[in-house]
């Protein structure tokens, strides 16, 4: 396993960097999530037309970018050199679509955890995502991350390299959390993503959860919770054992955290 089964510090993961204040997935975001308390941060990952892993985030296997790019054509038909020319005006800055080295040059410097959501169904880009990793010296720090259903990308990445982080996301609070994890050969489990379920399905099982978390920790799995971005889902989470959330308000989630620790 990468993660030995004692406890770690609760973990704040910036989802798609800090993009409350700056543009989702550019090195910019990622820069003041970290700047703001965050453990680490989550991107997306596709490849240009030429091969080139770059992080933007598009709907999964999708060739639509998203409008304030103002790309005129589908994303799958550009090349990088046509990527890296696009930019996005916000806050009087102009920002840049970044290559994935670029993102695990700035994990590596800041000894950050980076969680990596593949957006597309490709062995290719899973074959750069795990090589990528090991080259950048960031096996005990980043993670492939994907909902359990497309499982097959983690299984994947852990018969290229064992030692590769994985993480399945689930969705339904009926699952059997260390039974989703052994199916997807996963090192760590997030319950819930965005609005697809709210935590108040997971927390009316809270007893039942809380047992599940401490058995899956007992195996070294480890648990986050999905967008969690109001202080009762930080606080439901901390209660029940989890190892960590994913934010997109890094300034809440660890000032919750902060007041938790007060009392």
């Known amino acids: 396993m990468i993660y030995p089964s004692v406890k770690k510090p609760f973990e704040v993961i910036a989802h798609r960097g800090a993009s409350l204040q700056s543009p989702e ?31 933007l985030h598009t709907p999964f296997n999708d060739d639509k970018a998203p409008t304030s790019w103002h790309v005129q054509k589908g994303i799958r038909s550009l090349t990088w050199t046509e990527i890296s020319n696009l930019s996005l005006a916000e806050n009087g800055k102009s920002y840049r679509i970044p290559l994935l080295y670029d993102v695990l040059e700035l994990a590596k410097k800041k000894d950050a955890k980076i969680f990596i959501e593949p957006k597309e169904n490709s062995q290719n880009l899973i074959e750069k995502l795990v090589k990528s990793i090991s080259e950048y010296d960031l096996i005990q720090r980043a993670t492939i991350i994907t909902f359990h259903s497309r499982r097959h990308l983690l299984e994947y990445s852990k018969e290229l390299d064992k030692r ?10 009926f699952s059997d959390i260390s039974d989703r994890a052994k199916i997807a050969r996963a090192d760590s489990i997030t319950i ?54 994913f934010t997109n308000d890094i300034l809440n989630a660890n000032a919750v955290l902060e007041g938790l620790q007060s009392k």
Request: glycine fraction near 10%; proline fraction near 4%.
């Open 25 to 55: 997935n550019t090195l910019e975001a990622f820069e003041e999530a970290l700047s703001n308390g965050a453990t680490g941060f989550e991107c997306d990952v596709r490849l240009s037309k030429d091969g080139e892993p770059y992080v």
């Open 192 to 245: 819930g993503w965005k609005n697809v379920n709210h935590f108040r399905l997971f927390s009316s099982l809270a007893p039942r959860f809380k047992n599940q978390v401490e058995s899956a920790e007992s195996l070294g799995i480890r648990i986050f919770g999905g967008f969690a971005d109001n202080p009762a889902d930080v606080i439901w989470l901390k209660e029940i054992g989890a190892d960590g959330l």
């Open 164 to 173: 590769i982080g994985t993480n399945a996301i689930i969705l339904s609070p």
